[in-house]
């Protein structure tokens, strides 16, 4: 069996590419590839994923399959959570990102041993991402919450290194949050292990949200009018609509938080683009990118 984890990060698409794949659950079924709902799983996940320390029974991969309503193991399993490698209070807490990661993936490996495991993940700019996971927290500083670490130091980088390290065998699928927008059906159909322009329902659910009615509904006109384009045309199609009919009230992010400056939140970004050109180059690591 080939199973994908989504492991997050959170906020980044708050489930959305879960309910896309769902939506589609009985075409990908038809192509072996199963997407059960979360609450099918999650909080048995968590269980599992929480007692692992004391040892794993062995036949908690059967227990799982049975709780997912499989008599047989598909050809392919979608389980997505962000929540695999902790809570948000573990997302950042002391300085580091999921610093649970590679031991929560060990756990995976050891339960689904025979099987093919692959990682999807999406990470995000810190400059963003630190003030909208802290405000999932109970911390009231980000000084307290990262335990004093500056955030410059933090890369996702190092994140993935460790589950590299510790789990070398399993691919790693990584693209910016930030694009997200352009390249949402290719994450889409490579999660889903189906062939690239396979249409999906709501797989323009995104950019929805982000594109006026006006701009909405031009960009669904111009491709009936031009059916058969490949992911790279797509894109230059949606980054064209994107610039003339986006939604700055839907896109724009405002950052409150004490000594959070612009001057700040531009060093953090340019730190964020070194990094995501070091996670492109690590070996193992499929970057998706527009």
Known sequence: MQLVLH?????TDEDR???CLTANQTMLAERGTEVPY???YRRLLRDVLHAAPSGLAEDTREVLMDALGFDEAPDRLILSNPGFFGTPKMAASGGDFYTAAAGRTQVFRQIFAGDEIEMFFAIC???TFLPAIMAQTKFDS????????DPREMRWSAMIERVRGAIPDIPITVWCNEDTPLIWGQILREMAGVEPGLPLIGEHALLREIMTPTGMARFESYLEQHPGMTEMQKRRVISAFL???ANDDAIDQELDLP???????DELSDLYDEDVYRIGRMPGITLITP
């Open 7 to 11: 492991a997050g990060a959170h906020i």
């Open 17 to 19: 590419l879960l309910k």
């Open 38 to 40: 979360p609450k099918q």
């Open 125 to 127: 700019n810190p400059a």
């Open 142 to 149: 980000l000084r307290a919450y990262l335990g004093g670490v």
């Open 243 to 245: 610039d003339k009919f």
């Open 259 to 265: 000594g959070w400056t612009d001057e700040l939140v």
